[in-house]
């Protein structure tokens, strides 16, 4: 039984009437299936299977009322945690050691901290029903006494997490998260290249392509010459005309973050060189800041999109190729409306066809 594919995987089966490559809307007690996995990672619980056996889940009332059920009950938890750790890729967080010798603070209970915050507070985004720009913009984190010491921020006793407003605002949202900032790292220093492609890639929604092969290592200080800074020797770097172009989009934004150090903790100086922390995009934007790059990033409708992207891709389990493209600029048209809060998001990401109908296999698929 245990290798039964029916026990190890969700089945869809098609009706018997259905043609390949036709598109039908699933059943009540498919949808049922489908949402409960998205909002709960479970089974459906008797008052959801009971409404679809009773036909009436397609009803958008019905279906709307028990979406917000569903994304009160404890059991959201789940995707909240499972969705954000795979988007923001914290969960590579636990497998990371940072060098002892540079980072000695870092431990294991200090890692288990900074994924705690995280965590805590994209549930309370959600929870909450907050914007979706505010997962950049929030004036507000969650830290226990260590994580706050981490921070210098004063006045948090205690190993339990509480909601503590962030007066410094190179730390609002989370481009100020420490589990962030130190999985964009190397173990021994920043990565301005890794987190500019962890910016492009995760909230603006265009990765640069693979670096070419044979590409030289960058050249570290080695105590053997006057040390010079990160920025001027990937400034040496760049001059390689076949790295040049992707560098030109990766490396100032992950310049605009490196007042933070491998760990997230803040810094004015690196190996004893004061931190430079203006930089310009290619388009020839000025960023001086932390706020400031937050500013840049929600000028348009880049993050947005790329969030309703990653949502739509886990709530259906597939990519989203060029033909959701419409449905996505649909959601995100309909959202704006309600101010671009999660439960609209949600709501439209279930409404959605992606969500609602089926393709029947093509044969030799």
Known sequence: MLSFPAFLFRIERDPAEARPGEVYRISDIELASRLSFFLWRSIPDDELLSVAGQGRLQEPAVLEQQVRRMLADPRARR??????????????????????????????????????????????????????QDLLLAEYTYLN?????????????????????????????????????????YAHRTSPVVRGQWVLETLLGAPPPPPPPNVPPLQENDGTSEPTSLRERMAAHRSNPVCASCHRRMDPMGFALENFDGIGKWRDEDDGIPIETVTLLPDGTEIDSPQRFREVLLAGDEFVITVTEK?????????????????VRQIVRDIAGDGYR????????????????????????
């Open 311 to 327: 949502l739509l891709t886990y709530a259906i389990g597939r990519g989203v190729d060029y033909h959701d493209a419409p449905t």
């Open 79 to 132: 995707w909240m945690n499972d969705f954000m750790s795979q988007w923001l890729r914290l969960r590579n967080l636990r497998a990371l050691e940072p060098d002892p010798d540079i980072f000695p603070e870092f431990d294991h209970t200090l890692r288990a901290d900074m994924a705690t915050e995280t965590e805590l507070f994209f549930e309370s985004q959600v929870r909450d029903d907050r914007p979706l």
């Open 342 to 365: 999660w439960s609209s998001l949600v709501l439209g990401i279930v409404n959605s066809e992606p969500f609602r109908m089926r393709r029947v296999v093509e044969d030799g698929q």
């Open 145 to 185: 006494d260590r994580l706050a010491a981490h921070y210098d921020v004063p006045g948090v006793y205690g190993s339990h997490f509480r909601r503590a407003a962030v007066t410094n605002p190179a730390r609002h949202g989370l481009l100020g998260h420490a589990g962030l900032l130190t999985v964009t790292s």
